[in-house]
């Protein structure tokens, strides 16, 4: 049996395949399932407001239609989620709703349910959506028989208008969520940072303070048992405990310093950085010009901002002098140290840096850091400025 040429390569047919593509099929897909979702969408929306303002004159029609906003932020999701899986549409979600309403009582719960802007886009969108999605599911359906060959145009530009109207109306009001977003982030810091100096704190009085005077209350009690029978051990015990008293209490001030240190309280930011730049290893020049006191809080927070930057400029730096700016400008604290050493520091590196961004950033500051290796690194700091209430104001 003889058997056929085979054909050249160049004279195959192509693989059978689809005419449309993947992404025009769910397309396709998306805008034939518009009408069902309008549907139900419209139904929930003329139901809600219905009876929601019908009943308003009752005690259940307010807390109806609050309940109602939130179920209308679940056709708000189910619509992103659907818009993310079948065109791609990336979309952030809104912030959730505030703590529940047994945390907060009824009437703040029933007032933020009302006022709840996420809901109340869904809605609209729930109710505009009935004629559009009549339009889309008849054309993409008749397109399906008759324009077959242009479908993937009408079907792209069907789903453009579904994109443009599903990013306005159901996406995140750019500004307000972020700001939203980032002072919960925020307030995650502040929370993470506080319970890290608590157990600081913890550590050091158990370790430091509270182990040296366990120690010398049995001393003294050794001290009291040999007074009548050895009173020269007894003095020379007593006289090491005098000794212990005195580290102690070194250790105590320095604990409390590390906390907020008395001379913060009393002189403000000049002496506090001044008294700091004195123990540093490296001869700081401080200047300070400021035209009053800020709040306790941000005043704190500079404190405790030059205090860490002057150690880390002690420990890795090899730095031969420093220079500590601090000035307000306009409604800003900003802080600028700069010192001549080898440079090289990172936000990641292990330097306590990425600590103090975060907590700058958890009180709406800023955290620059310029150090090319080599030197000279310079970091600025910036901090809102609030005014110190009351008397306090005055006190420089």
């Known amino acids: 049996m003889t058997m056929s040429p085979s054909l050249p390569d160049n004279d195959r047919p192509p693989p059978a395949r689809f005419a449309f593509d993947r992404q025009t099929w769910k397309e396709i897909a998306y805008l034939l399932a518009n009408l069902?979702?309008?549907i139900a969408g419209f139904v929930y929306t003329v139901f809600l407001i219905g009876v929601g303002v019908g009943l308003s004159v009752t005690v259940v029609g307010l807390p109806l239609l609050a309940l109602g906003l939130q179920g209308a932020r679940g056709l708000g999701r189910a619509e992103r989620a659907r818009a993310r899986g079948m065109l791609g549409v990336r979309i952030d979600e809104p912030s959730p709703m505030p703590r529940s309403r047994r945390d907060r009582g009824f009437f703040s719960w029933l007032w933020s349910g009302l006022r709840d802007p996420v809901g109340w886009r869904a809605?609209?969108?729930?109710?505009?959506r009935l004629p559009w999605g009549v339009a889309t599911f008849a054309v993409t359906l008749v397109s399906l028989f008759v324009l077959w060959p242009v479908l993937p145009y009408i079907a792209r530009g069907l789903t453009n208008a579904d994109r443009a109207m599903v990013r306005g109306l159901l996406s995140p009001s750019d500004e307000l969520e972020a700001r939203i977003a980032e002072l919960e982030s925020d307030r995650g810091v502040v929370v993470d940072t506080a319970a890290a100096d608590l157990r600081r704190i913890e550590r050091d009085l158990h370790d430091g303070a509270q182990a040296r005077l366990v120690a010398l209350a049995m001393d003294l009690g050794l001290a009291k048992e040999k007074l009548t029978a050895d009173p020269e051990a007894a003095a020379r015990m007593v006289d090491e405990a005098h000794g212990e008293v005195k580290v102690a209490l070194q250790e105590l001030r320095d604990l409390a310093r590390g906390i907020h240190p008395a001379?913060?309280?009393?002189?403000?930011?000049?002496?506090?950085l001044s008294a700091i730049a004195s123990r540093c290893t490296v001869p700081v020049n401080v200047s300070v010009e400021l035209p009053g006191r800020?709040?306790?809080?941000?005043?704190?927070?500079?404190?405790?901002?030059?205090?860490?930057?002057?150690?880390?400029?002690?420990?890795h730096s090899r730095a031969r002098s420093v220079s500590v700016e601090v000035w307000r400008s306009h409604e800003r604290l900003l802080i600028q140290v700069t010192d001549d050493g080898v440079?090289?520091?990172?936000?990641?590196?292990?330097?306590?840096?990425?600590?103090?961004?975060?907590?700058?950033?958890?009180?709406?500051?800023?955290?620059?850091?310029?150090?090319?290796?080599?030197?000279p690194t310079t970091v600025?700091?910036?901090?809102?400025?609030?005014?110190?209430?009351?008397?306090?104001?005055?006190?420089?």
């Open 380 to 396: 600025t700091a910036e901090l809102p400025w609030r005014d110190r209430t009351g008397a306090a104001s005055k006190t420089l």
């Open 36 to 38: 069902p979702m309008a």
């Open 263 to 272: 001379v913060l309280t009393d002189r403000g930011l000049d002496a506090a």
């Open 123 to 128: 809605l609209l969108f729930s109710f505009m």
């Open 294 to 315: 800020p709040a306790e809080a941000i005043e704190g927070i500079a404190y405790f901002t030059v205090s860490e930057l002057l150690q880390n400029v002690s420990k």
């Open 343 to 375: 440079g090289g520091a990172r936000l990641d590196g292990g330097t306590g840096m990425a600590g103090l961004a975060e907590r700058l950033g958890a009180v709406d500051g800023l955290f620059v850091l310029d150090s090319p290796e080599g030197g």
